[in-house]
């Protein structure tokens, strides 16, 4: 089973519409969960990090942890072509490693 | 501030050849973790160092090692490469009491 998986997509939602992106861990230990943005021949960078349960919100980006599910989202609101990318989720025990999904792929149509 | 950097940008080795890829942390980073990253997949973690010694490792075989120098900047070298080491390899800089990783731009590695 691996540590985090996420469905590669790819997602596709009209420019202004809510794009939900869904991400599961395996490990119940786990304590610091993120979403990274990786463009297509670039380098993954943060967007947001949560580490308790409900909601936590960065202008037009919302992230959500459900310990109990081992399951984590990010919800990007008025979506945009510039958000067109590949988000990562990533997952990490307290100073242990991080282990990412393979990423789900998100497509704004203008 | 300079941010996290990579060298080289890319490169172009043969199946048994060895490389060394370089890394310099963000300023005020102490720790270097190191992934490669196959195409279409997510980045899979190699290893860690910090205070020059490696903290922790992935599942990674022998052929892949690495460094820290007193500086906090880092190698990764890896012997006797194979076609599948093709790969994107990226540095991440931390402090080592934070959570906050940020990557550097990666070397993108091709093995012929």
């Known amino acids: 089973q691996k540590e985090v998986e996420q469905n590669s997509g790819p997602l596709s939602v009209p420019e202004g519409a809510i794009a939900s992106l869904n991400c599961t861990y395996s490990d119940r230990v786990s304590q610091s969960f993120f979403w990274y943005r990786q463009y297509s021949g670039k380098s993954p960078e943060l967007i947001m990090s949560i580490y308790s349960n409900g909601d936590k919100e960065d202008g037009r980006f919302t992230a959500q942890l459900n310990k109990a599910s081992q399951y984590v989202s990010l919800l990007i609101r008025d979506s945009q072509p510039s958000d067109s990318a590949t988000y990562l989720c990533a997952v990490r025990q307290d100073g242990k490693q991080f282990y990412f999904g393979t990423g789900t792929s998100l497509t704004v149509i203008p | 501030d300079a941010g996290v950097t990579q060298s080289p940008t890319h490169l172009i080795k043969t199946r048994g050849q060895q490389v060394t890829l370089r890394c310099s942390p963000k300023?005020?980073?102490?720790?270097v973790s190191w992934y490669q990253q196959a195409l279409g997949q997510g980045p899979q973690f190699i290893f860690q160092?910090?205070?020059?010694?490696?903290?922790q490792r992935g599942n990674f075989p022998d052929r892949f090692s690495g460094h820290q120098f007193p500086n906090y900047s880092s190698e990764l070298n890896v012997n006797a490469l194979l076609l599948g080491d093709s790969a994107l390899y990226l540095c991440?800089?931390?402090?080592?009491?934070?959570?906050?990783?940020?990557f550097g731009p990666g070397t993108r590695l091709t093995v012929l």
């Open positions: 991440a800089s931390s402090s080592e009491s934070g959570d906050t990783q940020y």
């Open positions: 300023s005020g980073h102490d720790t």
């Open positions: 160092y910090y205070e020059e010694e490696e903290r």
